[in-house]
């Protein structure tokens, strides 16, 4: 398989797991930064970024990442703590009063990062264009009232940690949390990283595409459909449906917990300023609020029963993941449904990011061979 890009000289063995994530396991279109330092030393991508047209992935190509945006939101959350406007661990309703209601009065920012806040879903159906339209999805949260004692219990908050979040940093800066990150943090980095993304950049978008196994279907009334799907409303991954993840409708909109798009430069280099800074700038994230984000905070069997599955949750990062192995215990990382991953640690010096469009259900190999890949560039 032919690629483009670079690696520096010690970081050949990143190179090598590209290229057989490709003739190996079925990768279509890809592409991965790694940033040591502050300084980048791999820079690959290669294959189709639509495999419907065989249009190529070019060196800046964005795609859907799905939950991997939940690392945006979170870096968003921890800089206005570090700046003295946001308490992570004092009421949501300091901010948004109207929330205080239906037993929520004490949920903090904390307990939403950290997945135990207790609103894993919205029982109130929405429409699609409701799901879209921020302020519905915002006044069906002041409704709801949580599954059980916010912070005794935890369940995968996979959309409403967005909203939450996002709703909190809009009564803070005056801007949704799409419009924030541009303003505070990827506009003076370069990056090529939304939530909610420019009209004029959906064409040079990496289409999602099936794996060789399709996701399994799951139960309708299961909570984990409930939460993945937003009540039905949205479809997953609904490759060529118009409520699906390649939807513009969906991809336009701000769904900040899973509905970011980015380049792997664009999320690497997000990582590697939090970590580190890049290019001798200074780090985003000081090494006392980075300390306080890798605290573990969630654990263990959910709320519903579901298994521990190995995956350790700090404030809004994963800390710890069976799935795919970190370099330490300084790693925070995010997931995307598909592959998508993203990495940084501050004593490694390390910022990583993984991008595809090839989604694959289940055990996936790719993410773990290329940070192992890093592990040893990095130790050796």
């Keep these: 398989m032919e690629y483009n890009g670079w690696a520096d000289e010690g970081f050949g063995a990143v190179a090598d797991a590209f290229g057989r994530n490709f003739t190996d396991h079925g990768d279509l279109g890809a592409a991965v930064t790694v940033f040591v330092a502050g300084r980048k030393v791999v820079d690959l991508w290669g294959g189709t970024a639509d495999e419907r047209t065989g249009r190529p992935w070019e060196r800046d190509t964005a795609v859907p990442v799905l939950s991997a945006a939940k690392g945006i939101v979170a870096v968003c959350a921890h800089l206005l703590a570090q700046e003295g406007r946001l308490d992570l661990d004092a009421p949501i309703a300091d901010h948004w009063p109207e929330f205080a209601r239906h037993g929520k009065e004490r949920i903090t920012p904390r307990m939403v990062l950290a997945h135990r806040a207790g609103l894993p879903v919205i029982d109130r159906p929405l429409t699609f264009e409701e799901v879209l339209a921020w302020t519905p999805v915002v006044r069906a949260l002041e409704e709801q009232a949580p599954?059980?004692?916010?912070?005794?219990?935890?369940?995968?908050?996979?959309?409403?940690?967005?909203?939450?979040?996002?709703?909190?940093?809009?009564?803070?800066?005056?801007?949704?949390?799409?419009?924030?990150?541009?303003?505070?943090?990827?506009?003076?980095?370069?990056?090529?990283?939304?939530?909610?993304?420019?009209?004029?950049?959906?064409?040079?978008?990496?289409?999602?595409?099936?794996?060789?196994?399709?996701?399994?279907?799951?139960?309708?009334?299961?909570?984990?459909?409930?939460?993945?799907?937003?009540?039905?409303?949205?479809?997953?991954?609904?490759?060529?449906?118009?409520?699906?993840?390649?939807?513009?409708?969906?991809?336009?909109?701000?769904?900040?917990?899973?509905?970011?798009?980015?380049?792997?430069?664009?999320?690497?280099?997000?990582?590697?300023?939090?970590?580190?800074?890049?290019?001798?700038?200074?780090?985003?994230?000081?090494?006392?609020?980075?300390?306080?984000?890798?605290?573990?905070?969630?654990?263990?069997?959910?709320?519903?029963?579901?298994?521990?599955?190995?995956?350790?949750?700090?404030?809004?990062?994963?800390?710890?993941?069976e799935s795919v192995p970190l370099l330490g215990p300084r790693s925070f990382s995010n997931e995307g449904a598909g592959g998508h991953f993203a990495l940084g640690d501050d004593e490694a010096g390390v910022g990583f990011a993984y991008v595809t469009n090839r989604m694959v259900g289940g055990e996936d190999p790719r993410g773990p061979l290329l940070v192992s890949a890093v592990r040893g560039c990095v130790a050796g």
């Design 147 to 321: 599954y059980w004692e916010p912070g005794t219990a935890h369940e995968y908050h996979g959309h409403t940690m967005g909203w939450l979040i996002g709703e909190v940093i809009r009564r803070i800066t005056g801007r949704t949390p799409g419009a924030h990150f541009r303003a505070a943090v990827a506009d003076g980095l370069g990056l090529t990283t939304w939530i909610g993304v420019p009209e004029a950049e959906l064409p040079g978008l990496a289409r999602l595409a099936e794996g060789p196994e399709p996701y399994p279907e799951l139960p309708a009334d299961s909570l984990f459909a409930r939460i993945l799907t937003m009540e039905g409303t949205l479809v997953f991954p609904g490759i060529d449906h118009p409520r699906g993840r390649n939807s513009p409708a969906v991809l336009a909109a701000e769904i900040p917990a899973t509905g970011a798009v980015s380049s792997a430069r664009g999320l690497a280099t997000l990582y590697a300023a939090v970590a580190t800074g890049v290019d001798g700038s200074p780090r985003l994230l000081g090494r006392e609020t980075l300390t306080d984000a890798l605290r573990v905070r969630t654990d263990g069997p959910s709320w519903s029963g579901f298994p521990d599955m190995g995956v350790h949750w700090g404030s809004g990062f994963n800390v710890a993941t």
